[in-house]
């Protein structure tokens, strides 16, 4: 069993960044691949990012590259998505999530473990 937190959503302005935190507990993580994604009210969940927690090596998607960084911190047991120039559009629910097959790291359907979600709202 594995159990996430998400912490950091709130409000921010255009341009501006926000670093949320995924708090794990649980089994062990090294056979896990963790992820990021995002949920916009009447849209689909979406992938954002993700890492293996063994390696530390990181999958991301084209559209994001550059602005949402993950990251995870295996002493701390905590996975981060960094995000920079937010936009409008970047307001969702942010989950994050677990999975044990580390081959389907893109696909939300395969993730066995999810947090409750933090919101990132992107007003002015």
């Known amino acids: 069993q594995v159990y996430l937190t998400e912490s950091g959503g709130g409000l921010v302005q255009p341009g501006g960044s926000l670093r949320l935190a995924c708090s794990v507990s649980g089994t062990a993580l090294d056979d896990y691949i963790m992820g990021w994604f995002r949920q916009a009210p009447g849209e689909e969940r979406e992938f954002v990012g993700a890492?293996?927690?063994?390696?530390?090596?990181?999958f991301d998607v084209d559209l994001l590259r550059g602005r949402f960084i993950v990251s995870r911190d295996r002493v701390m047991n905590t996975m981060y998505l960094q995000m920079h120039r937010l936009k409008p559009e970047d307001t969702a629910v942010y989950y994050c999530a677990a999975n044990s097959d580390t081959n389907t790291w893109y696909s939300a359907a395969k993730y066995d473990y999810w947090g409750r979600g933090t919101q990132v709202t992107v007003s002015s």
């Open positions: 890492v293996l927690w063994n390696t530390g090596s990181v």
